[in-house]
């Protein structure tokens, strides 16, 4: 069955202070991990897609890697405005459609 | 350009009751998804759809049904509300090959 886990749960961090979320998945052959931001109340974000082992994205302060076991969502020097819970997702190989979601971390910045 | 748009955005329901929720999304994806997400529990794939007319059932199927007679709507329905069903339901949607999904603002769903 295919499964992704997120650790920690939640994560508080100074601003500046730089860290990682893990995100380890089990999926039979995976098309694509999905990195998404959602702020209370609303829809989940779109932030990064990765296709393979090596591949690495980044946007702002954000650097998603991915390996062949697991994703990392690298957070430097953080401001306030980037606290909110970080979701991914994989996406297994075409005939298993099902998207699925690990249950997040919900990142604090501390001003 | 709406993307992906979910009717209601809130609703209070009486235990027994029925209703059905609209995801409607305008970017002629071919995949569509539906989600209920609630506290500590992430996002648990309600049922899913590859095409119209075809859906599948997802981790968590039961007291739901869904049909996409259209391609660009997915209704989700209630046919007897329980209290266990009180949460936030998000519709997703995704072309294929792509597998960037966008979802919709989701609907709040509380059932006394």
């Known amino acids: 069955e295919d499964q992704v886990t997120q650790s920690p749960e939640a994560l508080r961090l100074q601003e500046g202070e730089s860290s990682s979320l893990n995100c380890s998945y089990t999926?039979?052959?995976?098309?694509?991990l999905f990195w998404y931001r959602q702020d209370p109340g609303k829809g989940p974000e779109f932030l990064f897609t990765?296709?393979?082992a090596g591949e690495e994205k980044e946007k702002e302060r954000l650097k998603a890697t991915l390996t062949k076991k697991e994703s990392f969502l690298h957070i430097t020097a953080p401001k306030p405005e980037d606290s909110a819970t970080y979701l991914c997702?994989?996406?297994?190989?075409?005939?298993?459609?099902?998207?699925?979601f690990g249950t997040g971390t919900r990142l604090t910045i501390i001003p | 350009n709406a993307g992906v748009t979910q009717t209601p955005k809130f609703r209070v329901l009486k235990t027994g009751q029925s209703m059905t929720l609209l995801c409607a999304q305008d970017?002629?994806?071919?995949?569509m998804y539906w989600y209920r997400q609630d506290p500590g529990m992430g996002l648990r794939l309600i049922h899913y759809?590859?095409?119209?007319?075809?859906?599948a059932k997802g981790e968590v199927p039961d007291g739901y049904n869904v049909s996409r007679l259209k391609k660009q709507n997915f209704l989700l329905g209630l046919e007897s509300a329980a209290p266990s069903q009180t949460s936030v339901y998000f519709c997703a949607s995704i072309r294929r090959g792509a597998g960037q999904a966008f979802f919709g603002q989701g609907t709040r769903l509380t059932v006394v």
């Open positions: 997702a994989a996406l297994p190989n075409f005939g298993n459609e099902k998207l699925t």
């Open positions: 990765l296709y393979s």
């Open positions: 970017m002629n994806h071919e995949y």
């Open positions: 759809s590859v095409g119209e007319g075809t859906t």
């Open positions: 999926v039979s052959g995976l098309r694509g």
